[in-house]
């Protein structure tokens, strides 16, 4: 029988500094993402504006900017490092 996914989702999310939360997910793992390589292309430069960036909120899944700009749990996760 094959090995159910569980499906990754952010619980939590905090301000870190710069341009870095700290991210707890729904394994209970707390991690930090730095998103300064992310937001070079399109939509995610508005994320270069620290107010904007610090205006983050959760939705169901993840890390939300005004229903703008949203990464996958996964991504997020493949891309942090434990805190």
Do not use: H
């Amino acid at each position: 029988m094959a090995e159910t996914q569980v499906l990754l989702r952010v619980t939590a999310a905090e301000y870190a500094g710069g341009y870095t939360l700290l991210l707890t997910f729904s394994t209970g793992e707390k991690r930090l993402v730095d998103f300064t390589p992310l937001m070079q292309k399109g939509i995610c430069r508005k994320l270069q504006d620290l107010d904007y960036f610090k205006s983050f909120r959760l939705d169901p899944f993840t890390v939300d900017w005004n229903d703008e700009i949203g990464f996958a749990p996964r991504y997020l996760y493949e891309r942090s490092v434990a805190a």
